[in-house]
């Protein structure tokens, strides 16, 4: 734990980055609203309320986002972290999309994610140029 904090540490990132201490607080919150609303959406799957067309980009944003930190972290690896935030936005992007005309408050729910998301996918993407 102590070698991932000193290397992120000594990484260039952008002055507006935010402390290392925010992301902790922030995730909680972020996986709450996360385990409701995709727990909702793969309980009506599994119920055959919503197609699986539906649930699929769902699952996949759990694989990415659950990729992210070891990407990052334990391999140190800013380009693949980078195409991973990539495919976390897009899958919830697909997600909200998708689920909107079944259940739309699952939708709105996604908001926060998208946009700590959104600001995560500049802050990786700028990191790693920096990082070249």
């Known amino acids: 734990m102590n070698q991932t904090y000193n290397w992120y540490m000594e ?3 952008p002055s507006w980055a935010p402390p290392s201490w925010v992301f902790g607080p922030v995730w909680t919150v972020l996986y709450i609203i996360i385990a409701i609303s995709f727990g909702t959406v793969f309980y009506k799957f599994f119920l055959k309320k919503i197609p699986a067309k539906v649930a699929l980009p769902f699952a996949l944003n759990i694989i990415f986002n659950l990729l992210f930190t070891p990407l990052q972290f334990w391999l140190q690896n800013n380009i693949l972290a980078s195409i991973d935030i990539l495919l976390v936005l897009g899958t919830l992007i697909w997600a909200m999309v998708a689920i909107y005309r079944y259940i739309k408050w699952v939708t709105y729910a996604q908001i926060p994610y998208l946009l700590w998301v959104s600001f995560a ?6 990191i790693t140029y920096l990082n070249l």
């Open 121 to 126: 996918t500049i802050l990786q993407l700028t």
């Open 11 to 13: 990484i260039v990132r």
